[in-house]
């Protein structure tokens, strides 16, 4: 895992948490609460959630990507890292 991953996603989860039908919706696809995703925060799969969130809408990716200074590619990258799909070296 490169590091910045865990912290890409936190970053990620601000701007997701931003626009409440977003929110919304990400506790509706990932089956969270409010209460479970703070309680999960510091575990990898939830990030990893996150950003497969993300990347599963790519007007939302690419708009968080844009909001976060960076390439979508490198948002799309960290989802794979953190749900343990490297990728080659």
């Known amino acids: ?29 990932t089956g ?3 209460e479970g995703l703070r309680a999960a925060l510091d575990e990898r799969a939830t990030l990893a959630a996150v ?5 599963a809408h790519e007007p939302d990716l690419v708009a968080c990507a844009e909001a976060l200074d960076m390439k979508p590619e490198a948002l799309a990258a960290a989802a794979g890292r953190l749900e343990g799909q490297e990728g080659p070296p």
């Open 51 to 55: 950003l497969g969130f993300l990347a």
């Open 32 to 34: 969270l609460t409010p």
């Open 1 to 29: 895992m490169h590091d910045g991953d865990e912290a890409v996603a936190l970053h990620a989860l601000g701007w997701i948490l931003a626009d409440e039908p977003r929110a919304e919706r990400l506790l509706g696809m």
